[in-house]
C-alpha cells in the first residue's frame, strides 16, 4: 500500500505526536509508538496518559505510521460498518474448558493450536497478578501456561510495549498477539507500511488476534470494586463487562454485580475517542456478545486467520456451532460509535 507523507521539514515526529494527539486527549495509550521507536526515544507518561519524548529521534517516522489517532490514519483504517472484512463468523469453544476462559475459551484454544503447531515461537497475551488483579503482558511458549492467563483483563490495553523486546530477539520470528481494537488498529496500520522500522514489528506479527472492546479502565477502578463489594481484591476470581454491569465472581463461587456507572470516572481518558467495537484489523475478532451460551463470537477475518482457525478445527482444539447474533453484536457497535464519536475531533 503506499505510504502517507507525513512531511513538514519543521516538526519532528514526537512534536506532532503531542500536538495532534497527546495535547487533544486522543492518545489511547496503546503504546504502538514506544514499540515501533528503536531509537528508544518515547517512553509513557501514566501521570498525563500519553508518551513523552525523553531521548533524542532519528526521524524514522514508523511511530507516525503506527499511531492509531493521527487523522491520515484514522481515514485509512475507519469504516462506517461495525463488523469490518470477514470470511466467516461463527460461534467457538475450546474443547478443553476451563474455569479461568471468558466466554467460550476459543481465543486460548486458537493459540494453543499456533504454540503446539509450531507457527509460532510465542504468544504474547495479558497475565494478571490474581493479589492485586493488575495485569501484565506475558510471553507464553509453551501451550499449557495459557489456561493461566485466559480471561479478561479491563484494566489494560498497552500489549505492545511489550512486543519491543520480541522484536530485538532474533530467536523470535513469529509471534500470535492478542490485543484490544486500538492496539489491532497499530498492528494493521504497521503491517500495510512500507517503512523498514515499522516492518520490524509487522513481519514478525504472524496472527493478530482483537478482543471486542467497548471500553476499559484504569489500575483504580478495582479499589472502587473493592469498595462497593465489600471485598479485598484477592477475592476476586472472574470480571465480565457487559449489559450496564461489572459482574464480579468471587473465589468462593459467589456473585456480585457492580453498575458500570458507578465504574465511569475510571474509564481511560483514550477510550471516549474510539469507534471500533470489532477489531477491524485483525485476522481473527473475538467477543462475548451475540455468542450461543459458552461461546466465543469468532470473526475469521483474513486467509491466515481462516488457516490458523482450520488447523485448531483439525486439531480438535476447538468445536463450533452457526447462529451467532450479528445484529447484537452491530447493535452494542453502533452504541459505541454513538457515544464515542461525539467527543472525536482529529484535527
Ligand atoms: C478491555 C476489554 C473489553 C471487552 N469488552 C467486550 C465487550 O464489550 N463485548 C464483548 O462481546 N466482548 C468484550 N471483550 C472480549 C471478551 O471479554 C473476551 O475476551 C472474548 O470474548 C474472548 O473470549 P474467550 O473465552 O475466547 O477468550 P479466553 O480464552 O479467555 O482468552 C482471552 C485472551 O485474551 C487475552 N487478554 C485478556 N485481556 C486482554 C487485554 N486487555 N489486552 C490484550 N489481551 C488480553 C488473555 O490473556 C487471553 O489470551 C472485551 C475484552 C477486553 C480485554
Ligand atoms: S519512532 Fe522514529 S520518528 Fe518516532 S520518535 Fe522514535 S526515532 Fe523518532
Ligand atoms: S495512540 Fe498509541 S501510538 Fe498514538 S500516541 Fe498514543 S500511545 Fe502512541
Ligand atoms: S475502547 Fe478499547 S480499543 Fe478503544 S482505546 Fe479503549 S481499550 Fe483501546
Same mark, same amino acid.
Request: proline share 5%.
Given at each position: 500500500?503506499?505510504?502517507?507523507?507525513?512531511?513538514?521539514?519543521?516538526?519532528?515526529?514526537?512534536?506532532?505526536?503531542?500536538?495532534?494527539?497527546?495535547?487533544?486527549?486522543l492518545?489511547?495509550?496503546?503504546?504502538?509508538?514506544? =514499540?515501533v521507536?528503536?531509537?528508544?526515544?518515547?517512553?509513557?507518561?501514566?501521570?498525563a496518559?500519553h508518551?513523552?519524548?525523553?531521548?533524542?529521534?532519528?526521524?524514522?517516522?514508523?511511530? &507516525?505510521?503506527?499511531?492509531?489517532r493521527?487523522?491520515?490514519?484514522?481515514?485509512?483504517?475507519?469504516?462506517?460498518?461495525?463488523?469490518?472484512?470477514?470470511?466467516?463468523?461463527?460461534?467457538?469453544?475450546?474443547?478443553?474448558?476451563?474455569?479461568?476462559?471468558q466466554?467460550?475459551?476459543?481465543?486460548?484454544a486458537?493459540?494453543?493450536?499456533?504454540?503446539?503447531?509450531? &507457527?509460532v515461537?510465542?504468544?504474547?497475551?495479558?497475565?494478571?497478578?490474581?493479589?492485586?488483579?493488575?495485569?501484565?503482558?506475558?510471553?507464553?511458549?509453551?501451550?499449557?501456561?495459557?489456561?493461566?492467563?485466559?480471561?479478561?483483563?479491563?484494566?489494560?490495553?498497552?500489549?505492545?510495549?511489550?512486543?519491543?523486546?520480541?522484536?530485538?530477539?532474533?530467536?523470535?520470528k513469529?509471534?500470535?498477539?492478542?490485543?484490544?481494537?486500538?492496539?489491532?488498529?497499530a498492528?494493521?496500520?504497521?503491517?500495510?507500511?512500507?517503512?523498514?522500522? =515499522?516492518?520490524?514489528?509487522?513481519?514478525?506479527?504472524?496472527?493478530?488476534?482483537?478482543?471486542?472492546?467497548?471500553?476499559?479502565?484504569?489500575?483504580?477502578?478495582?479499589?472502587?470494586?473493592?469498595?462497593?463489594?465489600?471485598?479485598?481484591?484477592?477475592?476476586?476470581?472472574?470480571?465480565?463487562?457487559?449489559?450496564g454491569?461489572?459482574?464480579?465472581?468471587?473465589?468462593?463461587?459467589?456473585?456480585?454485580?457492580?453498575?458500570?456507572?458507578?465504574?465511569?470516572?475510571?474509564?481511560k481518558?483514550?477510550?471516549?475517542?474510539?469507534?471500533?467495537?470489532?477489531?477491524?484489523?485483525?485476522?481473527?475478532?473475538?467477543?462475548?456478545?451475540?455468542?450461543?451460551?459458552g461461546?466465543?463470537?469468532?470473526?475469521?477475518?483474513?486467509?491466515?486467520?481462516?488457516?490458523?482457525?482450520?488447523?485448531?478445527?483439525?486439531m480438535?482444539?476447538?468445536?463450533?456451532?452457526d447462529?451467532?447474533?450479528?445484529?447484537?453484536?452491530?447493535?452494542?457497535?453502533?452504541?459505541?460509535?454513538?457515544?464515542?464519536?461525539a467527543?472525536?475531533?482529529?484535527?
Open positions: 500500500m503506499q505510504e502517507i507523507e507525513f512531511l513538514n521539514p519543521v516538526i519532528l515526529p514526537a512534536q506532532m505526536l503531542e500536538e495532534r494527539v497527546w495535547h487533544n486527549g492518545c489511547s495509550g496503546c503504546r504502538a509508538c514506544i =514499540a521507536c528503536l531509537a528508544d526515544s518515547l517512553v509513557y507518561d501514566h501521570e496518559n508518551p513523552l519524548q525523553v531521548n533524542p529521534c532519528v526521524d524514522c517516522k514508523a511511530c &507516525l505510521v503506527a499511531c492509531p493521527l487523522s491520515e490514519n484514522i481515514e485509512r483504517t475507519s469504516s462506517s460498518d461495525i463488523i469490518g472484512p470477514y470470511l466467516k463468523i461463527i460461534n467457538a469453544r475450546s474443547k478443553k474448558s476451563s474455569s479461568r476462559q466466554n467460550g475459551g476459543a481465543a486460548s486458537l493459540l494453543a493450536a499456533a504454540l503446539d503447531e509450531e &507457527l515461537d510465542c504468544a504474547l497475551v495479558m497475565g494478571l497478578d490474581r493479589w492485586s488483579q493488575e495485569p501484565h503482558p506475558r510471553v507464553i511458549r509453551d501451550s499449557s501456561d495459557l489456561e493461566k492467563t485466559a480471561g479478561s483483563k479491563y484494566t489494560k490495553n498497552d500489549i505492545l510495549e511489550s512486543v519491543k523486546e520480541l522484536i530485538r530477539d532474533p530467536q523470535v513469529n509471534i500470535a498477539l492478542v490485543g484490544t481494537p486500538c492496539s489491532v488498529q498492528v494493521g496500520l504497521l503491517r500495510q507500511s512500507d517503512n523498514e522500522y =515499522a516492518a520490524k514489528l509487522a513481519s514478525k506479527v504472524r496472527f493478530l488476534m482483537g478482543l471486542f472492546c467497548f471500553e476499559a479502565f484504569d489500575q483504580q477502578a478495582i479499589t472502587k470494586m473493592e469498595r462497593a463489594i465489600g471485598q479485598p481484591s484477592w477475592r476476586i476470581d472472574k470480571m465480565s463487562a457487559g449489559e454491569k461489572m459482574t464480579v465472581v468471587l473465589r468462593n463461587g459467589s456473585v456480585q454485580t457492580i453498575p458500570l456507572p458507578l465504574l465511569a470516572e475510571f474509564i481518558p483514550g477510550c471516549v475517542a474510539c469507534t471500533d467495537f470489532t477489531a477491524k484489523l485483525s485476522d481473527i475478532s473475538l467477543g462475548g456478545i451475540g455468542s450461543a451460551p461461546m466465543t463470537s469468532t470473526i475469521v477475518r483474513t486467509p491466515e486467520g481462516m488457516g490458523l482457525f482450520k488447523i485448531a478445527e483439525e480438535g482444539y476447538i468445536e463450533t456451532w447462529g451467532v447474533e450479528v445484529e447484537e453484536i452491530e447493535k452494542v457497535g453502533k452504541i459505541k460509535v454513538r457515544k464515542h464519536k467527543s472525536t475531533t482529529p484535527p
